[in-house]
């Protein structure tokens, strides 16, 4: 306990020592727990609610029990790609306090240590806007409900302190790999194995297996009630196989197409990217796996969206409701853009991330010649080249998802061309947020790093 309030004393001391590039990590990571914050607490005092009850809001989604669960568990997956932007500004983070992190290792500080007093901080500033968020669904809740429940309360509060105590640990979890040392190099991030993702899918794969063995065995014995009751475990290994499944395809491709181009090309930056994808394909295969999610929901939500708009229009006892099919409709746009956005800001602080972990080599080639711009080409590139097959598959399967929805409920009376633009503009918006790390590029890597190492 005396360690873990040393420790804190000293993350607290690095904080207030921050200057303004760190203060941008620190604004970053307390925006990612405000986010994380309101969906908590939105899904927290949803769930306080039981059966029927009157919201007066979102045009009668949230009043039954069977829709309120769909907006709950959709708010709690929301709360994932947030977790893990936290975890991304934790190594950004780490970067500007390099050569404090060595000083306390030189002091005698563990790198355990020196990773502990790291998430401490990203702990600190998620309190921060973990605190601010409260404060305006507090002040929300007392306007809009007068007689909220003490289960309401008890969940409001629970996760104002879940937040910090989940914002470290997911710092943990990416730090685990990071090594601080008091001399040389002083932040070092050993290449992933890909090992973690395909334990996870196979894990999901074992989940979908036993849970049709026990769907069968139910419907055999004339018991479809037991059958219907795998659906949460059907639910959790496909997310699971789904997820991992994404980030294995990101991580071969990555890999995939570093060997073909390095081997090659006679392009300076892009043999540069190849080499980087070939030695490191993991690097950013969550982040990539995360895009390759949004393509596929994009791409079949317009198909869905259309074609359920025209079943309503077309049925009269339908239409009578239209608000509350739209108010649905829209609150799945507003949590697919959430989360894209929140993926996107993940992948720009992830290329940030990947800039200053390689400052001193990158350093090394500014220092032997190589033209900033060639540096900036490479860097967009480590994200062109695995994303486009990618995000191709990705869409193309989403796509599938819209016609055959759309053909199912319409005969394709509606044909959903929109889906077709969705990889488009996914594969844009990814480009594009990898570019907003290129003004780093020349104030980052200077040859003056190589007197650090």
Known sequence: MRALVSDLRLALLLVRGS???EWWRVALTGLGAALATGLGMAAGVLTSLEGHYRVGMADGLLDNAGERSGVIVTLLFLLVPVLGFLGQCTRVGAVHRDRRLAGLRLAGASAGQVRRIAALETGLACLAGSLITTVVFVAFLLITWQNATVLAWFAVALVALGVPVLGAAASVLALRRVVASPLGWVRRVKPGTGRGPGWVFLGGVALLVVAALLAVAGTTRNMPDRAAGQAPLIVCGALLAVGAGAVLLSGLVAKLTGRLLAARTGDPAVLIAAERLRDDPWAAARTHAAVIMGAVVGSGYIGVRQALLAQVEGHDYLAERDDFYIAGLNFTAAAIILGFAVTLFGLAVGTAESLATRRRGLAAQVAAGVPYEVLGRALLLETALPLAPAVLVGGAGGTAIAFVYAMGM????????????????????????????????????????LRYT
């Open 19 to 21: 200057d303004r590039r």
């Open 410 to 449: 319409s005969d394709l009376t509606v044909t959903p061309f929109g889906a077709l633009l969705v990889p488009v503009a996914v594969y844009a918006a990814c480009i594009l947020a990898a570019a907003t790390s290129l003004p780093l590029l020349r104030r980052t890597v200077r040859p003056t790093e």
